[in-house]
């Protein structure tokens, strides 16, 4: 492979790279189904992962990307007390930032 002046080697040329580019966008247009997918909550982040997301923080971008809100779980279940103390404080640090 041949590196660039600055001795990276351009993405094109990473036959991982070429291998999911010569699925014709397939691979994205499944990551984005499945983001979507999570968004709707009808997946988890535990799918995601195991489908190849490594980084919480590429979910975001794509869903921000997409239009798309992460999941929110209902309040329902024994943590609902300690959930709403939670937001509560985050809530109030965010209002105190402003």
Do not use: C, H
């Amino acid at each position: 492979m041949k590196g660039t002046s600055a001795g990276i080697v351009p993405i094109y040329e990473n036959p991982i790279m070429n291998d999911m580019k010569s699925q014709g966008g397939r691979v994205e247009a499944s990551r984005e189904d499945l983001v979507r997918r999570y968004a709707a909550g009808d997946t988890s982040w535990k799918a995601l992962r195991e489908s190849g997301f490594e980084d919480y923080v590429a979910v975001l971008g794509l869903l921000g990307d997409l239009g798309l809100r992460p999941p929110i779980a209902p309040m329902d279940g024994p943590n609902v007390e300690s959930r709403s103390r939670g937001r509560a404080i985050i809530r109030d640090a965010l209002q105190t930032r402003t």
